[in-house]
């Protein structure tokens, strides 16, 4: 079984769904997830977690992303992008300048309504589920976060720009409420998700050329190990004291570890970190082999204790 994470460039016409399903396929394994959903007429990045690097999914779905995206003022559809039902259009008064103050006023925390045509769930129902029902409800606003918004052309009634967000945010609603801040409407015409924190569009590979690897014997060029994730966490290794402990999953007391050589971090290809609290390290057995990822308890006995184990 391979352990390790794919950067996938998802096509259009795929889901995360089809992508998971015939990456099992291509690589003949049942053990894989994706690390969340992208909509089948968007492309971009998708992370893709193999064997036990699938613990991790929960983890890369809490990572920052980065989107460009193409918005287009003066309509509005059920679905929020240019593929939905056309609610109304209106024409296009505002300048350049005009637009481009009110984009950027969106940068910070902002309270966003989920679209209707989305995953989340409602009465334990997904919205989208009810929207093909023709039932529309009441959503909550949800805290999110543009970290950053870069406009990269703008050519009324369309601006393209590039957003890095947190968790939640959705581009679709983001064009509708720029639409409607600018008095005229808006939807999304298209997206491409460029990053997943260090997982860049540039090294993403298609479903075919993963295939191509695999007929080839060159697949692990394409894989990431799991410590490479957390390259940029310090690495203790375990003596053998605390290897009982860090075998059966326990707190191993920091006087049971010693730092690894700072090479391993520098000579890595990445530095995706995770948000956790606290003092994380990367712990590996006396045989190099990687545990797993564990955050330095402070009171009491100081002690590592596990985060997230891939043993």
């Not at 720009?161 to 600018?182: E, M, N, P, Q």
């Amino acid at each position: 079984m391979i352990n390790g994470m794919i950067n996938i460039r998802k096509e259009a016409g795929f889901t995360s769904h089809d992508v998971v399903a015939k990456l099992r396929g291509i690589l003949k394994q049942k053990k894989i997830g994706h690390t969340g959903t992208l909509d089948p007429d968007a492309v971009g990045v998708l992370p893709v977690c193999l064997g036990k690097a699938t613990r991790l999914c929960s983890m890369i779905e809490d990572w920052n992303k980065t989107y460009e995206t193409v918005l287009l003022l003066g309509r509005e559809t059920d679905t929020e992008d240019t593929g939905g039902r056309i609610l109304q259009e209106s024409p296009v008064e505002v300048t350049e300048t005009e637009i481009r103050e009110i984009i950027e006023s969106f940068l910070g925390d902002y309270m966003q309504v989920p679209p209707m045509y989305s995953a989340k769930k409602i009465g334990g129902r997904k919205l989208y589920e009810l929207a093909r029902e023709g039932i529309v409800v009441e959503r909550e606003p949800c805290a999110v976060r543009l970290f950053s918004l870069d406009i990269l052309r703008i050519d009324l009634p369309r601006v393209t720009f590039r957003v890095t967000c947190s968790k939640g945010t959705y581009i679709r609603s983001l064009c509708r409420d720029i639409g409607r801040k600018a008095g005229c409407g808006g939807c999304m015409e298209s997206l491409v998700r460029t990053g997943v924190e260090d997982f860049l569009l540039e090294d993403a590979l298609t479903l075919g050329q993963v295939e191509e690897l695999r007929d080839q014997d060159q697949l692990s060029k394409a894989i990431l190990p799991i410590d490479r994730v957390f390259a940029g966490y310090d690495a203790m290794q375990v003596l053998e004291e605390g290897e009982k402990l860090l075998y059966n999953g326990n707190p191993v007391p920091e006087q049971y570890c010693r730092f690894l050589t700072a090479g391993r971090a520098e000579a890595a290809d990445s530095a995706i970190l995770v948000k956790e609290q606290g003092k994380v390290v990367r712990l590996y057995d006396r045989k190099d082999v990687f545990i797993g990822i564990y955050s330095l308890q402070e009171k009491k006995n100081r002690a590592y204790r596990p985060i997230r184990v891939f043993l």
